[in-house]
Nanobody
Framework: QVQLVESGGGLVQAGGSLRLSCAVSGRTFSNYAMGWFRQAPGKEREFVGFMLTTGGIYYADSVKGRFTISRDITKNTVFLQMNSLKPEDTAIYYC????????????????WGQGTQVTVSS
């Protein structure tokens, strides 16, 4: 079993930055692909990006160039650095993990965190 705990959300003005963290426990961190999804009110969960076990990273077009995924294997933690935030980035952000595959489809990911709220004011 894998446990994911997100932190770092909050309220920020447009153009600002936030860094989300996802602490991973329960299994060998490096064996899992890690990703981020988000869900805005009234909308379905949206792919943000994922990191392969090899370290390769893939981003959604909507965040490419503004968001950066990184990891600290020694701390079993994945990060989502969000820069140049826009009001449309407002959502609950979820950390995900899977040992078998990666996908831009939310339902393909097995493990989910509880989410952290990010609100960007205009």
């Amino acid at each position: 079993q894998v446990q994911l705990v997100e932190s770092g959300g909050g309220l920020v003005q447009a153009g600002g930055s936030l860094r989300l963290s996802c602490a991973v426990s329960g299994r060998t961190f490096s064996n899992y692909a890690m990703g981020w999804f988000r869900q805005a009110p009234g909308k379905e969960r949206e792919f943000v990006g994922f990191m392969l076990t090899t370290g390769g990273i893939y981003y959604a077009d909507s965040v490419k160039g503004r968001f950066t995924i990184s990891r600290d294997i020694t701390k079993n933690t994945v990060f989502l650095q969000m820069n140049s935030l826009k009001p449309e980035d407002t959502a609950i952000y979820y950390c995900v993990a899977d040992a078998r595959q990666t996908s831009v489809v939310a339902t393909s990911w097995y493990y989910w965190g509880q989410g952290t709220q990010v609100t960007v004011s205009s």
